[in-house]
């Protein structure tokens, strides 16, 4: 175990400065843009272009990589951001954001399929579990250290841009400087629409919706924040304490829902998430302390969604199409992040900033009802025979790829009495 680790411990270092560097410009370009004065509209357009990169990337990427190489793929892909975070604190316009946003999204689907597979191929068996959790530790540890890097230098200059620089250029080093065989080549995955519907309507639903409200989150709560009248410090450690209740929450949402029906879990979750968005949205809270305490309490519980609806869809799987199922509900998660900060840029616009929980509480809502309605039209699998339930933080944006889904394998699911697949799509 100790010896896998180990042999991985340079990439994962690079990987925890790839993120520092997105959780920094992430949060840095709404904020920027807010202090110049752009549009809600327009910035929520930075997250729909963003994901939609991402999700294009995850399509497109594996191709390239094949072509060129895992090193020379890896290393183009990195130069990229960190010359789109430079040009983006020398060039302010919102329209250069918004295109730029949508390279560096592809570019960020690329790295993190490669930084996946080079996990894949050094993992065992045995060691699987802990790399896969350490790379979600690092990841969301990377992107809570760039966002509290914003109360240290004044957004409305250069510095925090070329910070964002320095960060991609030190990830670039561990793979470029390593002389380990390049893994196998990348998987691409389809999206096959109906057959995920058949096999699990909830998770197919569910994590359209989920993707709408996180990725509104994701892209405008620093909006929101600013709006609210939080201080720079304040908005980051609002956007970093999401997180970091999302993560602790998972554990003990996702071992209630090995329990009990995962269904009324994501229902009770949800239901939770948009009682908290209608506070914000209603209240209109001025104190920082409750607006922070209300934010947390929304991403302790909206950041359980995504693993409980993945884990849900694959009890009704056979175990070999894990991948295949789990992989097409992450394309369907970034097309919600696609629609979502495309939907609350112009009601925030229209309203005022809180209507962005709004939003986001409508499409709890509508999770809660179809969950319970869907629990009256099909019965639960036996907790026996259920697939286990494995953290897969989303935060307020994509983590994974389908390459992290691969190094997520669950293993096998048998049902103990005959050795077949405990249960199968349907």
């Known amino acids: 175990m100790q010896r896998n680790l180990l042999s991985v411990a340079a990439l994962l270092f690079g990987t925890l400065f790839l993120f520092m560097g997105n959780g920094l410009q992430g949060i840095l370009l709404p ?12 910035l929520g357009l930075l997250g729909t272009s963003w994901a939609a990169g991402f999700v294009i990337g995850c399509l497109v990427a594996p191709k390239l990589v094949r072509r060129v190489g895992h090193v020379r793929a890896f290393s183009g892909f990195i130069s990229i951001i960190a010359i789109i975070a430079l040009v983006s604190g020398i060039i302010i316009h ?12 592809f570019a960020t689907a690329g790295t993190s399929m490669i930084i ?5 191929e050094r993992a065992t068996n045995e060691s699987r579990g802990a790399i896969f959790s350490l790379y979600i ?3 969301l540890f990377g992107v809570m250290a760039g966002q509290m890097m914003i109360p240290l230098e004044d957004v409305r200059t250069p510095v925090l841009f070329m910070i964002c620089g320095i960060f991609y250029c030190i990830a670039m080093l561990p793979t470029t400087l390593s002389n380990a065989a390049s893994p196998q080549p990348l998987k691409a995955v ?9 096999n699990s309507p909830v998770s197919c639903f569910g994590i359209l919706l989920v993707g709408i409200a996180n990725g509104a989150y994701g892209t405008l709560g620093a909006v929101f924040g600013a709006g609210a009248g939080l201080s720079d410090t304040g908005i980051a450690v609002m956007m970093s304490a999401t997180i970091f209740a999302g993560a602790l929450m998972q554990l003990p949402a996702g071992r209630l829902s090995d329990r009990i029906d995962r269904r009324y879990v994501l229902a009770a979750m949800s239901a939770v998430a948009a009682f908290a968005g209608l ?11 409750f607006i922070i305490g209300l934010v947390v309490l929304y991403g302790a519980v909206a950041n359980t969604l995504y693993p409980i609806a993945v884990a849900h869809a694959n009890d009704y799987a056979s175990s070999e199409d894990f991948v295949k199922v789990s992989g097409g509900l992450l394309l369907l ?16 616009s229209m309203i005022n900033p809180h209507a962005l929980f709004l939003v986001t509480a409508i499409a709890h809502v509508l999770i809660t009802s179809y969950a319970i309605l869907r629990s009256r039209m099909r019965p639960a699998i036996p907790a026996a025979n259920r697939d286990a339930y494995t953290t897969i933080p989303t935060a307020t944006s994509q983590t ?4 992290g889904m691969s190094l997520a394998d669950r293993g096998p699911n048998k049902a103990p009495e005959t050795g077949e697949p405990a249960v199968k799509s349907n």
Request: no cysteine.
């Open 31 to 42: 904020v920027r843009g807010n202090l110049e004065g752009y549009a809600t509209t327009t």
């Open 94 to 105: 919102p329209v250069w954001w918004v295109l730029l946003r949508a390279v560096t999204g």
């Open 116 to 120: 996946e597979s080079w996990l894949n």
């Open 137 to 139: 530790a690092i990841t």
């Open 190 to 198: 389809k999206l096959d629409l109906p057959a995920l519907y058949r």
């Open 279 to 289: 506070l914000l949205a209603v209240l209109h809270p001025s104190s920082p302390t």
């Open 333 to 348: 998660y970034g097309i919600g992040t696609i629609i979502g900060p495309t939907i609350s840029g112009p009601v925030m």
């Open 400 to 403: 994974l790829t389908p390459e």
